[in-house]
């Protein structure tokens, strides 16, 4: 990110920090009301100037954690889950019974 839009954000970032004070210190309502307007305006800002900063945004890339078998049909993978199951059961049947 260049210098130049960090101290864009950095100038965005202090105005709300300052507008911010302005509202605890507001005297009565109605200038606390009309400084809340105006930070809100700055936030808004802020936002809008982050946003150009991180420029366009892009699908995070997901990754199954177990891909599946390109080609494979959902009957012939519950073949296959049979197939191991019943290798599995006849070894620890054929296995020794200690």
């Known amino acids: 990110m260049s210098s130049q839009r960090l101290l864009r954000l950095g100038a965005r ?4 920090e ?8 507001a005297p009565d309502r109605r200038s606390e009301e009309r400084r809340l307007a105006e930070l809100a305006e700055a936030a808004a800002r802020l936002a809008a100037t982050a946003r150009a ?7 995070p890339h997901r990754r199954t954690a177990n891909p599946r078998p390109a080609g494979r049909s959902r009957l012939e993978r519950r073949m296959i889950r049979v197939r191991r199951t019943t290798d599995w059961i006849i070894e620890r049947a054929a296995g020794d019974p200690r």
Not at 53 to 59: E, L, M, S, T, V
Request: hydrophobic residues 55%; aromatic residues 6%.
């Open 18 to 25: 300052a507008l911010y004070v302005r509202v605890l210190e």
């Open 13 to 16: 970032t202090a105005e709300v």
């Open 53 to 59: 900063a991180a420029g366009p945004r892009r699908a």
